[in-house]
């Protein structure tokens, strides 16, 4: 079995991206027609969709990753900063801001977010210059704050780069790691709070998390063949046994925790992932279906929430009211809307965009003709 670890694409991670956007889309389904959570009173065979916010730290996990790997393969350099901040806007900007005009129309005109008041232009502000994890503001999406997280993390890439650079990756990840776990033990005597903002700093971790997995992928064969499967399981017993066992309420008052305990599994899985084991899970992940997914699960998990909203306040709640059949009825509704979406929306203001390369070719394209007939 090809591991697929090339320098142009990494066999599976678009099939895994996939899989994260649409539990995030599943888990608002559910979060929203079993009103009241964390507290839940559905059936217990649907407790497995409680758990969204793993999905968005194994997306900084493969952010990290992805964004680190050539700089590993390079010594740890970035290259120029510059192009480097050019191709991040290119790449998250255009759909973003998309999104967020959609998101504002939902809010102003059909239906606010869920614990939210209606955005103002304070929300406009801060989240057009994705400060949303420094500013607190009525949210248009409530999707969005791992977005304003993810933009912090992309400029603090290049300072981790330089840590792995002089002083090793293993170095890199104790710098950034051992202080949130001092602040969160020392100065909070071990019950951080839990909010909307400032998520950055201990999230963090999971970023560079990632970048390592980068470095041991550019440390070439004799890492590929250590039990990396094998070894995702056993970091994730601890942890999945007590968010089990606590529960999805338990975990929402304990994400700063958390989100530290399930990284160590998540990167081993990444790794496993990247070397091609489980095989068969490598070729599920590589399935048509999900090689879609995951080329849309940027503008599924940006456009997905007002979506979502929508459909239960507006025609799922007022008819079936909540519980299984609502859920039922959303999901199908709200997810199916989410994915053609998504389809579209990705086709009009993310694939154009993701790379400057793209874009300069583009324009170079679209100019020639201009400039044929000038000189004609």
């Not at 969709?49 to 740890?76: I, T, Y």
């Not at 400029?155 to 969160?184: F, S």
Request: charged share 10%; hydrophobic share 55%; with cysteine.
């Amino acid at each position: 079995m090809n591991c697929g670890v090339n320098r142009k694409r990494v066999a599976g991670l678009d099939g895994l991206r996939g899989l994260c956007a649409l539990y995030v889309v599943l888990f608002h389904c559910w979060a929203y027609t079993f009103r009241g959570f964390p507290r839940y009173r559905g059936p217990y065979w649907l407790s497995w969709l409680g758990f969204g916010r793993l999905s968005v730290v194994l997306f900084l996990v493969l952010s990290g990753f992805s964004l680190a790997l050539a700089a590993a393969r390079n010594d740890w350099r970035l290259g120029s900063l510059a192009r480097y901040a050019r191709r991040r806007a290119w790449r998250i900007l255009p759909a973003y801001w998309a999104a967020l005009a959609f998101s504002l129309v939902i809010a102003w005109t059909v239906v606010r977010q869920p614990h939210s008041a209606e955005p103002t232009a304070g929300s406009v502000v801060v989240y057009t210059l994705l400060l949303q994890d420094l500013f607190t503001v009525p949210t248009p999406n409530g999707a969005f704050w791992s977005i304003g997280v993810e933009a912090l993390l992309y400029g603090v890439l290049p300072l981790l780069l330089i840590l792995c650079r002089r002083y090793g990756p293993v170095v890199m990840l104790a710098v950034v790691t051992v202080p949130v776990v001092l602040i969160g033990v020392v100065v909070f005597d071990g019950s951080p709070p839990q909010g909307d903002n400032w998520l950055a700093p201990h999230l963090v971790p999971a970023f560079a998390a990632g970048v390592v997995a980068a470095g041991v992928v550019a440390a070439g064969d004799r890492l590929r063949h250590l039990p990396w499967a094998v070894l995702s399981v056993l970091a994730a017993i601890p942890a999945a046994a007590l968010v089990l066992h606590q529960g999805a309420r338990w975990m929402v008052n304990h994400y700063y925790w958390v989100d530290l305990a399930v990284v160590p599994a998540m990167t081993l899985f990444l790794l496993a992932v990247v070397n091609g084991r489980p095989a068969a899970l490598i070729r599920l992940l590589e399935s048509s279906p999900l090689r879609r997914l995951g080329s849309i699960s940027y503008s599924l998990y940006l456009i997905h929430l007002p979506i979502v909203v929508v459909i239960d306040q507006k025609l799922v709640a007022p008819r079936l009211g909540h519980g299984t059949v609502a859920f039922a009825a959303t999901t199908i509704l709200a997810g199916g809307l989410s994915l053609i979406g998504a389809w579209w929306f990705a086709r009009a203001f993310e694939l154009p965009f993701r790379s400057w390369a793209d874009v300069r070719n583009a324009i170079l394209v679209s100019v020639a003709p201009l400039r044929l007939s000038d000189r004609t």
